[in-house]
C-alpha cells in the first residue's frame, strides 16, 4: 500500500516538476505519510517539554462570590471565598525523572523514525525516478530502431521492385519489425 502510495505521489508530482532535485525537495510536503510522522514527532516534542516543567512547584488560586437576595435574616447576604494553594513534590521514588526520561527517548525515537521515513521515501521516489528515466529510455530506441527498419524496409521495397534483393529478406524485415 505504501509502494503504491508513493507511486502515486510520484506520477503526480512528475507532472509538475522536471528533476529528481524537485521531486526529492517535494517529499515533505506532498508525502502524507512524512506529515503524519512529523506531527508524531512534534506531539512527542510537546509531551517532553511538559514532563520537563512536571518538576515545577503548582500554585492554584480559586475564588467563588455568591449573592443571595433571598435569605433569612441569620444567614449572610453576600459571601465571598478565596483560596490559594502552593505545592511542590520534595520525593516522589523519582516517578518524575523517570518520565521525564521515558518522553525525551520517545522524543528521539520519533526523531529517528522521520529521519528514517524521511530517507526510505527519497530512495524510494530516486528507484522510481531512474525506473521512470530507464523507461523513457527504452521507448526511444525502441522507437529508433522502429524507424531504422522502416527505413530498411522502404529501401528493400525499392530493391524487390527492380529485382536487386529477394522477397524473403523483405518479409524477414517486416517480422522483425513486428516484434
Known amino acids: 500500500m505504501l509502494k503504491q502510495l508513493i507511486i502515486c505521489i510520484f506520477m503526480v508530482t512528475s507532472l509538475y516538476s522536471n528533476s529528481l532535485k524537485e521531486l526529492l525537495n517535494r517529499v515533505e510536503i506532498t508525502n502524507e505519510n ?20 512536571d518538576n515545577y512547584p503548582t500554585f492554584n488560586l480559586i475564588g467563588a462570590y455568591e449573592n443571595n437576595s ?7 447576604e453576600d459571601i465571598a471565598y478565596a483560596e490559594l494553594k502552593a505545592s511542590y513534590t ?7 525523572k523517570n ?11 520519533q526523531q529517528l523514525k522521520t529521519q528514517y521515513l524521511k530517507q526510505e521515501i527519497m530512495l524510494e521516489v530516486i528507484k522510481q525516478y531512474f ?20 527505413g530498411q524496409i522502404k529501401k528493400f521495397e525499392i530493391l524487390v521492385k ?3 534483393e529477394t522477397k524473403d529478406k523483405l518479409q524477414a524485415l517486416i517480422a522483425s519489425k513486428k516484434e
Open 99 to 109: 518520565n521525564e526520561l521515558s518522553k525525551k527517548s520517545l522524543h528521539e525515537s
Open 162 to 164: 527492380n529485382d536487386l
Open 34 to 53: 512524512y506529515q503524519a510522522q512529523q506531527a508524531l514527532q512534534e506531539m512527542s516534542k510537546k509531551q517532553y517539554e511538559s514532563a520537563t516543567k
Open 70 to 76: 433571598k435569605v433569612l435574616k441569620t444567614e449572610p
Open 90 to 96: 520534595l520525593y516522589d521514588g523519582e516517578r518524575i
Open 131 to 150: 525506473s521512470y528515466q530507464n523507461t523513457k529510455s527504452a521507448i526511444d530506441v525502441i522507437n529508433y530502431k522502429i524507424n531504422e527498419l522502416d
